[in-house]
Structures are given as C-alpha cells and as structure tokens.
C-alpha cells in the first residue's frame, strides 16, 4: 500500500456563486444514465467528496492559490459491484417529506 494519496479535480463548470468550489471530483463514468456522481476518494474504510476553493486574502483578494477540502460521504457505495465511488449529496439538505402533511393527503 503507497503512503501518498492522489485526488484528481477538475474545474467546476456549473460554478454559479462565490461559495461553490471552483474544483471538483470528475464525473464517475459508471453514473447510471442521468446522474452525474462524482468520484470519490477512499481512505481507510471511508469516501470522502473532494473540492477545492479558491483562496483569498482576509480583504477577499484572491491569492492565486486553492484549498482543498476532503468531506466525509455518509452513504456507503452500492453493492451492484460499482464500489469506486458513493453517492454525493453536495452539501444539499433532503428533500422536505410532505406526504405527511394533513394539507397534503
């Protein structure tokens, strides 16, 4: 087992606010058709997301440079044999269940 570990980032084309990484994981090729999950990076027994953000001064300047994020996954890979990567849910919050909603019923 190597002790160095690789993370490969693209540039994030779908980058939209100042608060969105600039750099992202590519998109796995193994994505069932219509989603775009992203690689992940395994360490140990966990999946991590990885990004990176564009760095800036304490006045907001940018500095040239980027920092690197490495975020837990929470979900496991799926067990159809496609374990190089988990499911991401890009710091979204679950869709609200209004099934249970008097108003909705």
Sequence with gaps: MSDKLYIKLVPN?????????????PINPKSPEG?????????????????????????GTP?????VVLTPNE????SGGQGN???QNKGFGNKPSYGNKPNYR
Excluded: C, L, M
């Design 35 to 59: 989603k775009q999950w992203r690689i992940g990076t395994k360490i140990g027994n966990a999946w991590y997301s990885q990004a990176a953000f564009d760095d800036v001064a304490e006045d």
């Design 75 to 78: 979900s496991k890979p799926s």
């Design 63 to 67: 500095t040239g440079g980027i920092n």
């Design 13 to 25: 084309n779908n980058k939209t606010a100042a608060n969105q990484p600039s750099w992202v994981a």
């Design 85 to 87: 990567f988990a499911p």
